[in-house]
């Protein structure tokens, strides 16, 4: 019993009951409020924190820092420098500790433009660009020799018919760009031309990841590759290439911020590459993924986020090189400090223009990496936004060191070059067929390359997975 007078005999008792009804009645119409909704949880409070505008203010700068350096943002160069700088600043203005961890890495820049001609049967120009590109670290020559396909290029015995002196054409696939130009130029090929039957007109962006390849190193699309293969099968094929290019050992650096609190033995470590490609600006590739990093980091000191782990926020440096900044950093861990790690998230690409919401798949992935994906398709799930597994990245970005040490690893990415599929344009609207991002390391990826809904969703995922693993007991 309530120490209220129920007990005094029935008839009072229904007449109080009847009162009391009444009086419930009465108030809940008269504006007695509603229970208020439970306070935004950390989460809410976070994400609302991070904004769009927040985001477009740092790619907006990371944009002009291009534009004042030769367009573009690549490792080595005063634009990633200026990139490095305005990082550090902003997180030393938050409140952080700021490490720059300099490294050292093998340069690479074009000299002259390149040149591929057909000198028989009959004479073509092709295009610098459309047609045809140099890979990164290619040797420079001037040759004119017959071309003879070679398949993939990834077997010794791919070559077993090669003509030494010869150009040699391969398919790309199956083994790396350096895997394949070291083939060829291990068979005495005088150049080496990789052709990707599925990249239809354009050619393609690529790296040997490192001096070593003297012969000049061409990429290009599956129109001038099947050509150039028809042509080669009829025996009679002649091309002129000519590359001119300077590779040397530069210094560039990682920039790593700490939280101040947070217990040591539980670190969770945040990333994103703050490096372009030296063909363009990088915005969504990647001052999406750096800027949105640096706004979380920015917006959880501002709102007086205390982690209970400690949380490392990192901008990579050369990842585009072949993830060099942070393989560095990885590297150069004690095996203490990597059993400390609970989780590596990384964002690569988050505002593809005609993209998707893609979740790190842990397939392949150290054990603990299904949590993260967890966390992250369960916040989709939460906001009634269709997500999916996505494993084409494995390895392809900076999650990639962290997990070969073990490391549970996970994080997100709108699309790069791949087609969007039909299902993929019901799920996220957009045009079937067309590249998730059709500038994709080229020289329009530019502030106006940000599909800025994208980078709403996928900043807001991205918050609130740092805030779960920060806050993991
Ligand atoms: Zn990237």
């Excluded at 120009?125 to 045809?132: I, N, P, Q, S, Y």
């Excluded at 993260?372 to 970005?397: K, M, N, P, W």
């Amino acid at each position: 019993m309530s120490r209220f007078a129920l007990f005094a005999g029935p008839a009072l008792a229904l007449g109080l009951l009847a009162a009391v009804l009444a009086t419930l009645a009465a108030s809940s119409s008269c504006g007695v409020r509603e229970a208020p909704p439970a306070p935004p949880d950390g989460s809410a409070r976070l994400r609302e924190a991070v904004t769009t505008e927040g985001i477009l203010e740092h790619t907006r700068r990371f944009g002009e820092i291009a534009e004042q350096n030769g367009g573009n943002r690549a490792a080595g160069t005063p634009g990633y420098d200026a990139s490095a700088e305005y990082v550090a600043d902003r997180l030393r203005e938050a409140g952080y500790d700021v490490t720059i961890q300099p490294f050292e890495f093998p340069y690479f820049e074009e000299i002259s433009p390149p040149k591929l001609e057909l000198a028989a049967p009959g004479r073509r120009v092709f295009d610098a660009g459309d047609d045809f590109r140099t890979l990164e670290y290619s040797g420079s020559g001037d040759v004119t020799a017959p071309v003879r396909p070679a398949g993939l290029g990834c077997e010794t015995g791919d070559f077993a018919s090669f003509e030494r002196g010869s150009v040699a054409l391969l398919r790309r696939g199956t083994c790396t760009f350096e895997q394949k130009a070291g083939n060829a130029q291990r068979a005495g090929a005088s150049a080496v031309i990789v052709f990707d039957p599925s990249s239809g007109e354009g050619s393609f962006s690529g790296s040997l990841r490192g001096p070593g390849i003297e012969i000049p190193a061409l990429s290009v699309g599956s129109t001038v590759g099947e050509e150039l293969g028809r042509l080669a099968e009829a025996g009679d094929a002649t091309v002129h290439v000519a590359t001119s290019t300077h590779s040397e050992n530069r210094e560039t650096a990682n920039v790593i911020a700490e939280s101040e609190s947070g217990r040591e033995g539980e670190t969770v470590v945040v990333g994103a590459h703050l490096d372009s490609v030296p063909e363009g600006p990088g915005i969504n590739d990647n001052a999406s993924g750096s800027s949105t990093v640096l706004e979380i980091a920015q917006e959880m000191s501002e709102s007086g986020v205390e982690p209970r782990n400690r949380v490392c926020f990192a901008f990579w440096g050369a990842e585009e090189l072949g993830l060099l900044g942070s393989k560095h950093y990885v590297e150069g861990l004690p095996e203490r400090e990597v059993e400390e790690m609970s989780a590596y998230l990384n964002f690569d690409m988050l505002g593809s223009p005609n993209g998707g919401r893609f979740v790190y798949n842990d397939s392949g992935n150290p054990r603990g990496s299904e949590k993260i994906e967890e966390v992250f398709t369960d916040y989709f799930e939460s906001q009634d936004l269709e997500s999916e597994a996505d494993d084409t990245l494995v390895g392809r970005s900076d999650h990639g060191p962290f997990a070969e040490r073990g490391v549970p690893v996970g994080g997100l990415f709108s699309g790069a070059e791949g087609t969007k599929t039909a299902r993929e344009a019901e799920d996220y609207g957009g045009e079937i067929g067309a590249p998730h991002d059709p500038c994709y390391h080229s020289s329009c990826d530019g502030p106006k390359n940000l599909d800025v809904r994208s980078l709403d969703e996928m900043s807001d995922a991205a918050a609130h997975a740092v805030l779960h693993f920060a806050q993991a007991r």
